[in-house]
């Protein structure tokens, strides 16, 4: 049985790494995932976007971060993870 302060295996290698995490409301986080507990995600030097405060699109917007880098406007923001409906590397986006 896996101990509950451990972040499930899959999630323990994104930990370092650039990530997208996808929310259930209109906001995009992007960031360096630095910890995952029971409760929720901890970013790093996050970019937190507010999907309705802008003309771009969630996609066009990752697009842009994945090619010129995150924009961090937070220095850590914690994720709850109930609302987090997927997870991503950054470097997993596909440029098209």
Same mark, same amino acid.
């Given at each position: 049985?896996?101990? =509950?302060?451990?972040?499930?295996?899959?999630?323990?290698?994104?930990?370092? =790494? =650039? @990530?997208?995490?996808?929310? /259930?409301?209109? *906001? #995009?986080?992007?960031?360096? #995932?630095?910890?995952?507990?029971?409760?929720?995600?901890? #970013?790093?030097?996050?970019?937190?976007?507010?999907?309705?405060?802008? =003309?771009?699109?969630?996609?066009?917007?990752?697009?842009?971060?994945? /090619?010129?880098?995150?924009?961090?406007?937070?220095?850590?923001? +914690? *994720?709850?993870?109930?609302? @987090?409906?997927?997870?991503?590397?950054?470097?997993?986006? @596909?440029? +098209?």
């Amino acid at each position: 049985m896996r101990n =509950q302060t451990e972040p499930d295996p899959e999630l323990k290698g994104l930990i370092g =790494q =650039q @990530v997208v995490l996808d929310v /259930k409301a209109a *906001v #995009l986080y992007v960031g360096t #995932l630095g910890e995952v507990s029971g409760s929720c995600f901890t #970013l790093r030097n996050a970019d937190v976007h507010f999907c309705g405060d802008s =003309q771009s699109t969630r996609e066009l917007y990752l697009l842009e971060s994945r /090619k010129t880098g995150v924009r961090p406007n937070r220095r850590t923001v +914690y *994720v709850m993870r109930e609302e @987090v409906v997927s997870i991503s590397r950054l470097d997993d986006v @596909v440029v +098209y």
